[in-house]
């Protein structure tokens, strides 16, 4: 039986670069609402998102608890930091800054693994090879085309998993270290939406709206977290335990999933910034389609892994995505205040329906079993 794999400090600490990275992000799509600043902060965030991901694979799959490889992770925490330094002013001065240290941090990652036959004709390679010189030739041209050469290389990264599937089925990963490194970046993406919450109403009147909108906005907030870590992360581990390939389950899972789950919440903490700022004002269809657009992919994104882990729908939370992206039109015209409660009574309602689901189902079943059987992955 293979002995079960912790996450080690050295990826703990890693893991605090991202945070501030995520911020960035979030800083950026803070000023650009329409469909090209969404683009262009989903262009940026790819990389940085892939970083941690290769950082993680090449840990979960070797002994990291070591001085060459703790040296290794911190240089790709320090490849990260410049990154996120970089994101602010991505598309103007620091478009090479970003490019080089992402490509630095591929380097790094392909050298810590160096010793394993063929890793150049895997993911890793891909990285060194292409999408890094890509972003570093991409820093070195205007907006336009910098945005195109950026999408390209976010392609090629994002396709390295499925093109290499064969070699990387003979990969041995450990079924328990991956999904909590990957419910710890989820974790790190709500901590941002806290961030959203009390970075803007630190500095509000805090009069009794205000202090509604930011119960409310945090109701949002706890309801995201509990769809994931009370029954989906149970499940999600059990998935890759027991799957025949565990390679398929952590690419479509894991990493493509994780993705879309880390890109709504960042959108729902920028849309929480917008909110609590002046609850009595209407949003505006920006703010919005952040907030609402981020919870709906973020509930559409469990309907996913529940179909590529058990091959079943999950009614409850693709139902409550189609109602919560049909309330945008709605919401556009009333006041913010009025968004964040019909939102976080509809997360509310959501949860109960599952959490009675699930117990009825657990009664016969365990945990896991019982949220593969319910909606409520």
Same mark, same amino acid.
């Given at each position: 039986?293979?002995?079960e794999?912790? @996450?080690?400090?050295?990826?703990?600490?890693?893991?605090?670069v991202?945070?501030?990275? =995520?911020?960035? @992000?979030?800083?950026?799509?803070?000023?650009?609402?329409?469909?090209?600043?969404?683009a262009?902060?989903?262009?940026?965030?790819?990389?940085v998102?892939w970083c941690w991901?290769?950082?993680?694979?090449q840990a979960?799959?070797r002994? #990291?608890d070591?001085?060459r490889?703790?040296?290794?992770?911190l240089?790709?925490?320090l490849a990260?930091l410049?990154?996120a330094?970089? @994101?602010?002013?991505a598309? /103007?001065?620091?478009g090479?800054?970003?490019?080089?240290?992402?490509?630095?941090?591929?380097i #790094?990652?392909? #050298?810590? !693994? =160096?010793?394993?036959?063929?890793?150049w004709?895997?993911?890793?390679?891909? &990285?060194?090879?292409?999408?890094?010189?890509?972003?570093f030739?991409?820093?070195?041209?205007?907006?336009?085309?910098?945005?195109v050469? *950026?999408?390209?290389?976010?392609?090629?990264?994002?396709?390295?998993p499925?093109?290499?599937r064969?070699?990387?089925?003979?990969?041995?990963?450990?079924?328990?270290?991956?999904?909590?490194r990957?419910?710890l970046?989820l974790?790190?993406?709500?901590?941002?939406?806290?961030v959203?919450? /009390?970075?803007t109403?630190?500095?509000?009147?805090?009069?009794?709206?205000?202090?509604?909108?930011?119960?409310?906005?945090?109701?949002?907030?706890?309801?995201?977290? *509990?769809?994931?870590?009370v029954?989906a992360?149970?499940?999600?581990r059990?998935?890759v335990?027991?799957?025949?390939?565990r390679?398929?389950?952590i690419r479509?899972?894991?990493q493509?999933?994780h !993705?879309a789950?880390v890109?709504? @919440?960042?959108?729902v903490?920028?849309?929480?910034g917008?909110?609590?700022?002046?609850?009595r004002?209407?949003?505006g269809?920006?703010?919005? &389609?952040?907030?609402y657009?981020?919870?709906?992919?973020?509930?559409l994104?469990?309907?996913?892994?529940? *179909?590529?882990?058990?091959?079943?729908?999950s009614t409850?939370?693709v139902?409550?995505a189609?109602?919560v992206?049909?309330?945008v039109?709605?919401m556009v015209?009333?006041?913010?205040i009025v968004?964040?409660?019909?939102l976080?009574?509809l997360?509310v309602v959501?949860n109960?329906?599952?959490?009675?689901r699930v117990?009825r189902?657990?009664?016969t079943a365990?945990?896991?079993?019982a949220?593969?059987?319910? /909606?409520?992955v």
């Amino acid at each position: 039986m293979q002995e079960e794999k912790r @996450v080690t400090w050295a990826e703990l600490y890693f893991d605090l670069v991202f945070v501030f990275a =995520i911020t960035q @992000v979030s800083g950026l799509l803070h000023h650009h609402y329409d469909w090209a600043g969404v683009a262009q902060a989903l262009v940026v965030f790819v990389p940085v998102y892939w970083c941690w991901v290769g950082t993680t694979v090449q840990a979960n799959i070797r002994d #990291v608890d070591t001085a060459r490889d703790r040296i290794g992770i911190l240089a790709v925490g320090l490849a990260g930091l410049f990154m996120a330094l970089a @994101v602010p002013g991505a598309y /103007g001065g620091r478009g090479v800054l970003l490019g080089a240290a992402y490509w630095a941090a591929r380097i #790094v990652l392909l #050298v810590l !693994l =160096i010793r394993i036959p063929g890793v150049w004709r895997g993911p890793y390679g891909m &990285g060194v090879l292409v999408s890094g010189p890509l972003l570093f030739a991409g820093g070195l041209l205007p907006e336009g085309p910098r945005t195109v050469l *950026w999408a390209i290389a976010a392609l090629c990264d994002l396709s390295a998993p499925v093109l290499f599937r064969n070699r990387l089925a003979k990969v041995a990963y450990h079924p328990a270290h991956m999904p909590e490194r990957f419910a710890l970046f989820l974790l790190v993406a709500l901590g941002e939406s806290i961030v959203g919450i /009390g970075a803007t109403a630190a500095s509000a009147r805090l009069d009794a709206v205000e202090l509604v909108a930011v119960a409310a906005a945090f109701t949002i907030s706890g309801g995201l977290w *509990w769809q994931y870590f009370v029954y989906a992360a149970d499940a999600m581990r059990h998935a890759v335990t027991v799957a025949d390939s565990r390679r398929d389950v952590i690419r479509r899972v894991f990493q493509y999933g994780h !993705l879309a789950l880390v890109a709504g @919440v960042i959108a729902v903490a920028v849309g929480f910034g917008e909110t609590v700022d002046d609850p009595r004002e209407a949003l505006g269809a920006g703010p919005v &389609g952040l907030l609402y657009g981020g919870c709906g992919l973020y509930l559409l994104t469990f309907g996913y892994t529940r *179909w590529m882990m058990f091959r079943a729908v999950s009614t409850t939370r693709v139902v409550a995505a189609a109602v919560v992206l049909a309330l945008v039109p709605v919401m556009v015209h009333l006041p913010a205040i009025v968004a964040l409660v019909a939102l976080a009574v509809l997360l509310v309602v959501l949860n109960v329906v599952e959490h009675v689901r699930v117990e009825r189902a657990s009664r016969t079943a365990g945990v896991a079993e019982a949220a593969a059987v319910s /909606g409520a992955v």
